[in-house]
């Protein structure tokens, strides 16, 4: 009995669907992210066998070679915007919504509170290129205009009613997380070629706020104790 031949036929398949969800992904994570601007100032940090990861929700102080001190802090427009408004109200500056806005986008800044508005109306090759040449010395932090304490205090403050309300938030959900996890964390990160009296100044100023739990920013470096295999 003869067989009967079927016609050869290459398989297909149908690539829609996979394109359709990679197009999917891609809107989602556009529409989501939020991009960071670029730090103001860039240190080299000392090494250290340190292998910690900077946490999510942080109050960072830099010194760059010079001694000259920036602050920076994660979190949302809105936390950002109520600690300018607390260091505004006290030290008697009116700032424009367009500059609380343009605050929010910050990611590190060093100038004082004169110095604010004209400092927020710039762009950000114009705060560069000022960071750069020198035009600011920073934010100031000596004992008769101590402008960088106010800025953590204001910043621990709000931090911690922000951390409250996520903690509350995750309990109502179900979760059963850690109170410290909504703590903020700070850190000190200064430049290996600044002299220690500087550094000293900061952690100075984190002490007479009682605030202990500081954190330093190192390169990493292969622990001496260990030897590639």
């Excluded at 900077?54 to 994660?74: A, L, Q, W």
Aim: net charge neutral; with cysteine; aromatic share 10%.
């Amino acid at each position: 009995m003869a067989k009967i031949s079927k016609p050869k036929s290459s398989p297909t398949v149908d690539m829609t669907p996979m394109v359709d969800l990679a197009f999917l992904l891609v809107t989602f994570f556009m529409l989501s992210a939020s991009f960071r601007t670029d730090e103001v100032v860039q240190v080299d940090t000392p090494s250290s066998i340190s292998d910690k990861i900077i946490p999510e929700n942080v109050i960072m102080v830099t010194v760059d070679p010079k001694g000259r001190i920036f602050y920076g802090m994660s979190g949302n427009d809105t936390l950002k915007t109520v600690v300018l408004s607390s260091m505004a109200d006290k030290y008697k500056l009116k700032l424009t919504k367009e500059q609380y806005s343009e605050f929010a986008k910050l990611t590190d800044f060093g100038c004082s509170m004169s110095e604010m508005p004209a400092y927020l109306d710039m762009g950000k090759e114009e705060r560069k290129t000022f960071v750069e040449q020198g035009g600011t010395k920073g934010i100031p932090a000596d004992s008769s205009n101590n402008q960088l304490k106010d800025w953590i205090h204001f910043g621990n403050i709000a931090s911690l009613a922000s951390g409250e309300k996520a903690y509350t938030k995750a309990k109502e959900a179900g979760a059963n997380p850690e109170v410290n996890d909504f703590k903020p964390k700070f850190v000190l990160k200064v430049d290996g070629k600044a002299a220690y009296v500087y550094a000293k100044h900061v952690i100075d100023v984190f002490r007479d706020l009682n605030l202990n739990n500081l954190n330093f920013v190192t390169s990493l470096e292969q622990d001496p104790r260990q030897t590639p295999e």
